[in-house]
Nanobody
Framework: QVQLVESGGGLVQAGGSLRLSCAASGRSFGSYFMAWFRQAPGKEREFVASISPRGGTTSFTDSVKGRFTISRDNAKNTGYLQMNSLQPEDTGVYYC????????????WGQGTQVTVSS
């Protein structure tokens, strides 16, 4: 079992930056894939970025490539999403998620943190 708690959301102007954190509790965080998803008002939740258990492989949705960075510190049981050059279309609730290497879908989720980008 893994419990995830996001933090770092807030209100920022277009062009600004935010850093989201995902604190994990439970065993063996370093053996889990971790990802960030977001859900904009009136839209379905969408994948943003993912990182492999040891951090060697990352993946991003096209709309955030070159602007967002995903990282993790397994010693601190924490994952991060650095978001730069934020745009109004990045507004939404951002969720941290985790899964083991044996699963296709993410099955552990945080409660979400709100990110609002004003124009």
């Amino acid at each position: 079992q893994v419990q995830l708690v996001e933090s770092g959301g807030g209100l920022v102007q277009a062009g600004g930056s935010l850093r989201l954190s995902c604190a994990a509790s439970g065993r063996s965080f370093g053996s889990y894939f971790m990802a960030w998803f977001r859900q904009a008002p009136g839209k379905e939740r969408e994948f943003v970025a993912s990182i492999s258990p040891r951090g060697g492989t990352t993946s991003f949705t096209d709309s955030v490539k070159g602007r967002f960075t995903i990282s993790r510190d397994n010693a601190k049981n924490t994952g991060y999403l650095q978001m730069n050059s934020l745009q109004p279309e990045d507004t939404g609730v951002y969720y941290c998620a985790a899964k083991t290497i044996y699963r296709n879908e993410y099955n552990y989720w945080g409660q979400g943190t709100q990110v609002t980008v004003s124009s």
